[in-house]
């Protein structure tokens, strides 16, 4: 697998609930702008996604937190890097 099409996997956590967890290359990522647009995405009121051909809209407020492994190489200034727990 070329480094061009890793997969990504976002994993979002539920307040309740399991975890949904979705699959997508690196190639794909950077064509939808992924960590382009999350300065666009914390002022919306739900996330959405198609996973499996189903169309999800789920409510940040149902949404404990995000988790994108790998992380995206670009991301926002504003946003902590190279942090480690």
């Given at each position: 697998?070329s ?7 976002i994993t ?9 967890r979705?699959k ?14 999350l ?6 009121t739900?996330?959405?996604l198609v996973?499996?051909?189903k169309?999800?809209l ?11 492994d790998?992380?995206p ?8 890097q190279?942090?480690?727990a």
């Amino acid at each position: 697998m070329s480094e061009g099409n890793a997969v990504i996997t976002i994993t979002i956590h539920l307040v309740h609930g399991e975890p949904i967890r979705a699959k997508v290359t690196t190639d794909e990522a950077r064509r939808l702008g992924v960590s382009d647009d999350l300065e666009k995405a914390v002022h919306r009121t739900a996330m959405s996604l198609v996973l499996d051909g189903k169309l999800l809209l789920i409510p940040f407020a149902n949404i404990k937190f995000v988790e994108v492994d790998p992380a995206p190489a670009n991301l926002p200034v504003w946003l902590l890097q190279g942090t480690r727990a």
